[in-house]
Nanobody
Framework: QVQLVESGGGLVPPGGSLRLSCAAT????????VGWFRQAPGKGRERVAC???????IYRASVRGRFTISRDNANNAVYLEMNNLKPDDTALYSC??????????????WGQGTQVTVSS
């Protein structure tokens, strides 16, 4: 079965940390760019970070220095390490095999998301 599954979300206090996982089954994630996106209630979806198949990385300005995206080809996964979390980081986080959500077609893969809530 071809799918992309996110995990690792949860409820953390401001300043806390989480590591999100984006795990693929049925295809190799290593040959695709992988983007992490988030959508908060009442807001549009925004790209958080993306890692290209050649290793190039881009971050949203508001998370640069706090979030780290990385690949684990041995486990066919991409991670998003999130530190110093802020209430504004609260959202549903999803991963996809492209750096632009608007570019996704049925030939791409994306998951259902994992909820991150930052609150005291």
């Amino acid at each position: 079965q071809v799918q992309l599954v996110e995990s690792g979300g949860g409820l953390v206090p401001p300043g806390g940390s989480l590591r999100l996982s984006c795990a693929a089954t049925g295809f190799s994630l290593a040959i695709h760019p992988v983007g992490w996106f988030r959508q908060a209630p009442g807001k549009g979806r925004e790209r958080v970070a993306c890692i290209a198949h050649d290793g190039n990385i881009i971050y949203r300005a508001s998370v640069r220095g706090r979030f780290t995206i990385s690949r684990d080809n041995a486990n066919n996964a991409v991670y998003l390490e999130m530190n110093n979390l802020k209430p504004d980081d609260t959202a549903l986080y999803s991963c996809a095999t492209d750096c632009e959500w608007a570019a996704l077609t049925p030939h791409h893969h994306w998951g259902q998301g994992t909820q991150v809530t930052v609150s005291s």
